[in-house]
């Protein structure tokens, strides 16, 4: 069983600055992508950023400049900092990996985090 757990979510100003971290755990065979979407209230969940296990990024237009995607391939790990948020960007992120496991390969989501941006 594979699990995601996002961390570092929460309040913050804007202008400021926050890391967000996804860790996967679990049997787990070998990790293609790890991404964030992030759902504000009453609107579509979206992609913000992803990358690739071979380090190809990907960004939002809303973001880019903004927000950078990192990884550690040996700690199953992907973080999102978040610089210069602005209101807008008030959502539950959320973590999302492409995991191979025994079986075969699936996409798995974590829990979500709260990210408030305050003006």
């Known amino acids: 069983q594979v699990q995601l757990v996002e961390s570092g979510g929460g309040l913050v100003q804007a202008g400021g600055s926050l890391r967000l971290a996804c860790v996967a755990s679990g049997t787990i065979f070998s990790i293609n992508t790890m991404g964030w979407f992030r759902q504000a209230t009453g609107k579509p969940r979206e992609l913000v950023a992803s990358m690739t296990s071979g380090g190809v990024t990907n960004y939002a237009d809303s973001v880019k400049g903004r927000f950078t995607i990192s990884g550690d391939n040996a700690k199953n790990t992907v973080y999102l900092r978040i610089d210069n948020p602005k209101p807008e960007d008030t959502a539950v992120y959320y973590c999302?990996?492409?995991?191979?496991?025994?079986?075969?390969?699936?996409?798995?989501w974590g829990q979500g985090t709260q990210v408030t941006v305050s003006s």
């Open positions: 999302y990996a492409a995991i191979r496991t025994a079986d075969w390969w699936f996409d798995y």
